[in-house]
Every structure is written in structure tokens, then in C-alpha cells.
């Protein structure tokens, strides 16, 4: 089955430190990679994707994540936290046989306190 | 802003009432998504349109119907709805197909809730 896992409910850190949130896939072929976030009452916004080349991606933020094809994860990363990162973050991939349809991860809640 | 709008932000709604949610995308896109986000739940996927055709529907009860009059508009028609249904109903667009980016970008969403 495809899918894609966020192992972590809640990720707590303070303000400045470095920020991790995992994400671990499983489809078959190759993935679109996504991270999204969502702040409250509001949709969710585009972070950054991988589709191919660079394994390290940048994206919106200061944000980056790393596509490691061997542990088929995409942990999203920030080398400096601050609290207005503190949000609701979703890992998604689409399938390569899709055409359109992405899957999303159950979301990992980013808690940065000062 | 990220070019999806949705109306109206938030419905309050009796279970026998009819109403309807509009989504319009200004960004070119040829696919739309109807999405609900409930409290402690994953974000369920409910219809997808590539190119004004349904090609997904993921056991959507029959209370909800969507409608998709061209590229840039969606409708998620609502009637007879049940307390359970009340959550944010999140429309999104994307540039699907050869050359396409895949990402997808959201409205704001609707909080609904049905009393």
C-alpha cells in the first residue's frame, strides 16, 4: 500500500536551536515529495518538493528538507528555529502512477517556545 | 494568498438545510480537490476533477456532491448533512499531467458546522 508516515504527533524546540520533522514514505517507483504547512484557521501552504536531483531541498521559510532514496525519508529541517515556525506540518507524496491525487502524512505539530 | 478563494469562510448549517460551498482557482490549474479536515484526523481526500472530469471519489457519502462547471470553479453542493460532517472543507488546485508541477495550493477553507 502507499502511503506516508509522520512518526511524530508534537515536536517541541526552543527558539534558535535546530528543528527537525520526519517523514518517511512508502510508493512505488519514484515520488513527488511535498511539505506543507498550515497555520491556524487557515489552509494549508506549499513549503517546498523534491522531484528530482539535488537530495537537499530549500524552500519557503529558511526551510529545506533531504531526500534519502535509501531510508525513504524526507525529514524537513531548519537550522535556526523561531516561534512564529511554530505550526501544523504535513509530508505528502504523490505516486508516480498518479496522475493527480497526493498523499498526505497525518501531520506533526511544531511547538517553538521562546 | 496563495490564488484559491473559498466561500463563504464559515456556515453554520441545520441537518435538513441545503447549501453550498464555492471554490475558484486564478492560476491556470486543470485539477481541483474537495478536502475535510476534522479535528485529531488525517485530511481525508474526498473528489478530485482533472480537466472538469471526477476521477476520484473516496466513498464520499451521497449527501455531499460536487460540481465542477469548468477549470476554475468547484462546488461541493451539501444537504441532509449529519453533526459528523461539521469540519473544515479545504478546496485546493493543481497543474497536473505532462509538464505539470503537482504541487497543490490551498484556499483558506470553510468551517462548517451542522446543528
Known amino acids: 500500500a502507499q502511503s506516508v508516515a509522520q512518526p511524530e504527533d508534537q515536536v517541541n524546540v526552543a527558539e534558535g536551536n535546530p528543528l527537525t520533522v520526519k517523514c518517511t514514505y512508502s510508493?512505488?517507483?519514484?515520488?513527488?515529495l511535498f511539505w506543507y504547512v498550515q497555520y491556524p484557521n487557515r489552509g494549508l501552504q506549499f513549503l517546498l518538493k523534491y522531484i528530482t536531483g539535488d537530495n537537499l531541498v530549500k524552500g519557503s521559510y529558511g526551510f529545506e528538507a533531504e531526500f534519502n532514496k535509501s531510508q525513504t525519508s524526507f525529514h524537513l529541517k531548519k537550522p535556526s528555529a523561531l516561534v512564529s515556525d511554530s505550526a501544523l506540518y504535513f509530508c505528502?507524496?504523490?505516486?508516480?502512477?498518479?496522475?493527480?491525487?497526493?498523499?498526505f502524512g497525518s501531520g506533526t505539530r511544531l511547538s517553538i517556545r521562546p | 494568498e496563495t490564488g484559491v478563494t473559498q466561500t463563504p469562510r464559515h456556515l453554520v448549517m441545520g441537518m435538513t438545510n441545503k447549501k453550498s460551498l464555492k471554490c475558484e482557482q486564478h492560476l491556470g490549474h486543470n485539477a481541483m480537490y474537495w478536502y475535510k479536515q476534522s479535528a485529531k484526523k488525517p485530511l481525508e481526500l474526498m473528489f478530485v476533477?482533472?480537466?472538469?472530469?471526477?476521477?476520484e471519489n473516496n466513498s464520499v457519502p451521497s449527501r455531499f456532491s460536487p460540481e465542477c462547471p469548468n477549470s476554475s470553479h468547484l462546488f461541493l453542493h451539501l444537504h441532509t448533512l449529519q453533526p459528523e460532517d461539521s469540519a473544515l472543507y479545504l478546496c485546493?488546485?493543481?497543474?497536473?499531467?505532462?509538464?505539470?508541477?503537482?504541487?497543490?495550493?490551498f484556499g483558506p477553507g470553510t468551517r462548517l458546522t451542522v446543528t
Open positions: 510508493v512505488s517507483g519514484n515520488p513527488y
Open positions: 505528502a507524496v504523490r505516486p508516480y502512477s498518479s496522475a493527480s491525487k497526493i498523499i
Open positions: 476533477y482533472s480537466l472538469e472530469e471526477r476521477v
Open positions: 485546493a488546485s493543481s497543474l497536473s499531467g505532462q509538464g505539470g508541477s503537482y504541487e497543490q495550493y
